[in-house]
């Protein structure tokens, strides 16, 4: 499906909304009303259903809020990525200590787990070897 980017920047009491693609510009009241707005015009310059494509806005903010928002984004990137290496270790962790010798009920109690959530590490931890 096609997707088109659509720009937003308050001017005023109003959203404009450029589309680069087409060249071409729209107004909304309030940011809520841009995707309806900007598929509606879409549409009608291209002559094509609305449902036929995607909208993916971009919203402009001043300078010094675009670059946090780009900041906290980086942050939010890092920590899913720290957060996917934690689980990975982990899962690596309790299926080494199985292979030491450890059974399920002991690594829930040495890892702080539940037994169910035990097992259920374990089991991840050799699917995730055999594929």
Known sequence: MKSYLVHAEREGRFWLLRVPELD??????RL????????????TWLDIAPDTFTIDLEVALPDEL??????????RDEAD?????????????????HEAGL????LAVA???S???AQQILTEARERRSA
Do not use: P
Not at 24 to 29: D, E, G, K, S
Not at 81 to 97: N, S
Not at 103 to 106: F, I, Q, Y
């Open 103 to 106: 059974s399920v009920r002991e």
């Open 111 to 113: 890892l702080k787990l």
């Open 32 to 43: 809520t009303e841009a995707d309806e707005m900007a598929r509606d015009l879409i549409a």
């Open 24 to 29: 071409i510009m729209t107004q909304a009241r």
């Open 81 to 97: 990525r720290l957060r996917t290496l934690a689980a990975d270790e982990f899962r690596d962790v309790v299926r080494e200590a």
């Open 66 to 75: 675009a670059q946090r928002r780009d900041h906290a984004r980086q942050l």
């Open 115 to 117: 037994h169910q959530r």
